[in-house]
């Protein structure tokens, strides 16, 4: 038996949203942009010069407007923008 070793972390699997509702599903929705918000304050904070703090703050602007326009009655809509801030997440604290 050999000792292999990946080189590269296992693909992250997606959640089943089946049986969840379109109300929870758009509160975990707005909970997956807090965390995302929380590591984007962190990394304006934690900015060295003013051009990267001006780059996070208008990503964190933008995540906000996307906040604003969920719309509670799009199921796929709301998978998929889940989708996409999981991602983001995971992507800036993996960079970390």
């Known amino acids: 038996m050999s000792d292999t070793m990946l080189t590269a972390p296992a693909p992250r699997t997606r959640p089943d949203f089946t049986h969840v509702s379109d109300v929870m599903l758009y509160d975990i929705a707005r909970h997956t942009a807090s965390l995302l918000i929380a590591e984007l304050i962190a990394r304006a904070d ?5 051009s990267d703090r001006e780059q996070w703050e208008a990503r964190l602007r933008l995540v906000d407007e996307q906040v604003a326009a969920l719309d509670p009655d799009d199921r796929a809509g709301l998978i998929a923008q889940n989708e ?10 993996d960079r970390a």
Not at 46 to 50: H, I, K, R, S
Not at 84 to 93: K, M, T, V
């Open 46 to 50: 934690a900015a060295t010069d003013e």
């Open 84 to 93: 996409a801030w999981d991602d983001e997440s995971h992507a800036l604290r």
